[in-house]
T-cell receptor
Framework: GAGVSQSPSNKVTEKGKDVELRCDPISGHTALYWYRQSLGQGLEFLIYFQGNSAPDKSGLPSDRFSAERTGGSVSTLTIQRTQQEDSAVYLC?????????????FGQGTRLTVV | QKEVEQDPGPLSVPEGAIVSLNCTYSNSAFQYFMWYRQYSRKGPELLMYTYSSGNKEDGRFTAQVDKSSKYISLFIRDSQPSDSATYLCAMSEGNTPLVFGKGTRLSVIA
């Protein structure tokens, strides 16, 4: 596809369960970002992958959150032992040029609801 | 003080009006500036991208960056009801994650 693809689009999970969210970036994009958007709030930075560099994990809210990017392409965000406050829209973005231009394109997001 | 400040609105204007949306920031190292439009229950859509200071125009949209004042603006001319959305500013030093404002909700009334 031409854009950033995220799956699933919606996820309802029980408190305490683990969830995995997937992001397929635009082909050839070297940088990948995860953000979280809670109701009525702005975008909260979670993690940033840039080429082969170590990811910037400074935005992850707790050790229940982790992310990986395999082969420089697909990324998975994992939330362990989900809590109700984890309910939000999780957005993934990718950008073309590492170390300079950061014109980032977003996917449609995964709406996570923890019940 | 947050790194990026943006008035959340809501801002309501009549169709055809000129809309001015603004962000201020504190980090003088920011060099890349973007405006995104987000419709309800959709991902943010990139509208304008500017490097360093200056103006950029694309159709009805004009982006301005004033690095000396740490102030960026997005102008929408001849606003349309379809422009009703939340507008988010974002900026980066270049090799760093994008930092976003909280977004301004705009309603254009027919």
């Amino acid at each position: 596809g031409a854009g950033v693809s995220q799956s699933p689009s919606n996820k309802v999970t029980e408190k305490g369960k683990d969830v995995e969210l997937r992001c397929d970036p635009i082909s050839g994009h070297t940088a990948l970002y995860w953000y979280r958007q809670s109701l009525g709030q702005g975008l909260e930075f979670l993690i940033y992958f840039q080429g082969n560099s170590a990811p910037d994990k400074s935005g992850l809210p707790s050790d229940r959150f982790s992310a990986e990017r395999t082969g420089g392409s697909v990324s998975t965000l994992t939330i362990q032992r989900t809590q109700q406050e984890d309910s939000a829209v999780y957005l993934c973005a990718s950008s073309l040029v590492e170390g300079g231009v950061t014109e980032a394109f977003f996917g449609q997001g995964t709406r996570l609801t923890v019940v | 003080q947050k790194e990026v400040e943006q008035d959340p609105g809501p801002l309501s204007v009549p169709e055809g009006a000129i809309v001015s949306l603004n962000c201020t920031y504190s980090n003088s190292a920011f060099q890349y500036f973007m405006w995104y439009r987000q419709y309800s229950r959709k991902g943010p859509e990139l509208l304008m991208y500017t490097y360093s200071s200056g103006n950029k125009e694309d159709g009805r949209f004009t982006a301005q960056v004033d690095k000396s004042s740490k102030y960026i603006s997005l102008f929408i001319r001849d606003s349309q009801p379809s422009d009703s959305a939340t507008y988010l500013c974002a900026m980066s030093e270049g090799n760093t994650p994008l930092v976003f404002g909280k977004g301004t909700r705009l309603s254009v009334i027919a």
